[in-house]
């Protein structure tokens, strides 16, 4: 993946609120489709990073790289013997909580994130099982579009930011400076490079 990903944590500081409903639903499709590839350990909202296709890799760290609010019930009371597929159902869940499923009205997306971060381990669904719920729930059929669309809207649209540089000068010159209509428009003079009101 060449490109610059976010975390979730940065995500959510920068929007100032949580996620809606089937964003996080979506997060929960794809976090799913990752997990299985994820190495045993934990996980937060900063060690879950999206990037600008949509796809997400999740990063598993040791108990002490994470708070205590992401280390699930078994971990706690010192079992070493344990599920991590149920631990990272946990985890997800602990970060869905952070993103803003525990404010939702959604009664399906309470009751999924209660369910994942049950303290009995065998009540917690599989990772796959979770994914299949989520799909379920969710009504638009491309989840990673939706999340990708969340990334343009933090960290803005590659293209766009291609189409504004000058590649002859190496200047970065936003198109938005030219308006049509009777507004004032920029014009950008020559010699200098400045924006020059006409």
Request: glycine fraction near 8%; charge should be negative.
């Amino acid at each position: 993946m060449g490109d610059v990903g976010v975390s979730l944590s940065e995500i959510i500081e920068v929007r100032g609120c949580g996620l809606n409903d089937d964003e996080l639903l979506a997060l929960i499709i794809i976090a799913c489709e990752v997990l299985s590839q994820v190495p045993a350990g934990l996980f937060s909202p900063e060690h879950i990073v999206l990037h600008t296709d949509g796809e997400l890799e999740i990063k598993s760290v040791g108990r002490n790289e994470v708070s205590s609010r992401y280390v699930p019930p078994e971990i706690l009371e010192g079992n070493t013997d344990v599920d991590y597929g149920a631990v990272h159902v946990f985890c997800l869940g602990e970060v869905l909580r952070f993103a803003g499923a525990a404010e939702s009205n959604n009664a399906d997306v309470f009751s999924l994130l209660n369910v994942m971060t049950v303290a009995h381990v065998a009540t917690r669904p599989s990772i796959t099982r979770l994914g299949q719920m989520a799909k379920n729930k969710l009504a638009i059929q491309n989840p990673k579009a939706l999340l990708a669309e969340m990334y343009v809207l933090i960290m803005g649209d590659e293209a766009d930011d291609i189409e504004d540089l000058d590649l002859s000068s190496g200047e970065y010159m936003p198109n938005m400076l030219i308006r049509k209509s009777n507004s004032k428009c920029f014009e950008w003079d020559e010699k200098i490079k400045l924006p020059q009101v006409l």
